[in-house]
């Protein structure tokens, strides 16, 4: 197996995507191809090249503000173009990138197609809470969806948490106003009617009950999916930061912290973005990784493991295989 690396993007890149790449590159058992401009991403490697990397130029970097549409059309040879192409023509398994989220994504999409019965892809974002983590789809690839893609989405969440996040028999729920049957807007209505049908499907769940109560995967369109995600940042951001900045400031802050120390060290580490590092979108005939645009190292080395992870236990497979047995199903 390989992976590909965009070694271009993200606010920090080429310089944190590599230090990333360094730091998995021990723990990998596939070839990791960084793509990028060659000169730049040799001067940030070691001397020789480390076993189990190689290095693909592309003279062109896709920007944050581009439009992905005007950059896949204009942008032939730019590192998301130049990797997402690899994995078309077979000389990758995966595309990992933390630059341009709807350059990758749509690229990706045109490049590689979605699976036969997958009408619309989705961003699996892994969330912690109490239980060991959630994942929350569709974190942001479709916003506009009829009722009838919330199953699809079901179906790809439930092989992420088999293959990824080691559930056997993962459940899901779907993110309403409230936990009783018949609450929400119409589409929510409809989306619960098609849900219902199946075995695994738990009802509705409250956006607070996602952090506080046992869930697998809970399901909505992109439009709510991304609203949630970003809120989760800003409040997990405004609690580390309130620590970071305010205890070392205050000494009553610090006589506060001192015995609690070893509890507010492992909830700083559930909070970080970077501990799981990527998001996969699901849907595709192959694995793109979308990484954050701030992505440290951190992030980018937490990203290519579970991209291995995700590789490894066939997960791309496994979605084919659960739309194919569902659509028999119904058949």
């Not at 059309?73 to 690899?86: C, E, F, N, P, T």
């Not at 009783?180 to 219902?196: P, V």
């Not at 951190?298 to 995700?310: C, E, G, P, V, W």
Request: hydrophobic fraction near 45%.
């Amino acid at each position: 197996m390989s992976i590909v690396l965009d070694a271009m993007g993200g606010d920090h890149a080429p310089q944190a995507v590599i230090e990333g790449a360094l730091q998995a590159l021990p723990l990998l058992r596939t070839t990791l191809i960084l793509v990028g401009n060659q000169e730049r991403i040799r001067a940030l490697l070691p001397d020789p090249i480390p076993a189990g990397l190689e290095i693909v130029h592309a003279s062109q970097v896709v920007e944050m503000h581009e439009k992905p549409l005007e950059t896949y059309k204009k942008k032939k040879d730019s590192s998301i173009m130049v990797g997402v192409k690899l994995v078309k023509d077979g000389q990758a398994d995966a595309f990992v990138s933390a630059g341009n989220t709807g350059a990758a994504a749509s690229t990706s999409l045109l490049m590689w197609r979605q699976l036969d019965g997958i009408h619309r892809p989705a961003i699996c974002s892994q969330l912690p809470n109490k239980y060991g983590g959630f994942a929350l789809l569709d974190a942001g690839a479709s916003p506009d969806i009829d009722p009838e893609n919330i199953l699809e989405f079901a179906l790809m969440g439930r092989a992420y948490a088999q293959r990824v996040m080691g559930r056997a028999e993962p459940s899901v729920q779907l993110l309403n106003i409230g936990e009783e049957e018949g609450k929400g807007n119409a589409f929510s209505k409809a989306a619960y009617a098609i849900l219902a049908k199946q075995p695994w499907f738990k009802g509705n769940i409250e956006g607070k009950d996602m952090f506080s109560k046992p869930c697998d995967i809970v399901v909505c369109d992109a439009f709510v999916g991304n609203v949630v995600l970003k809120t989760t940042e800003g409040i997990a951001e405004l609690i580390v930061e309130t620590i970071r900045e305010g205890v070392p400031k205050n000494p009553i802050h610090r006589s506060l912290y001192w015995p609690v120390r070893k509890v507010i060290a492992p909830l700083r580490k559930q909070m970080d973005y970077a501990e799981v590092g990527g998001s996969p979108l699901l849907g595709l005939n192959h694995l793109c990784v979308i990484c954050h645009g701030r992505s440290n190292a951190k992030a980018i080395k937490n990203a290519l493991l579970m991209t291995q992870t995700a590789l490894e236990n066939r997960l791309v497979d496994t979605i084919r295989e659960a739309i194919t047995d569902s659509a028999g199903t119904h058949a």
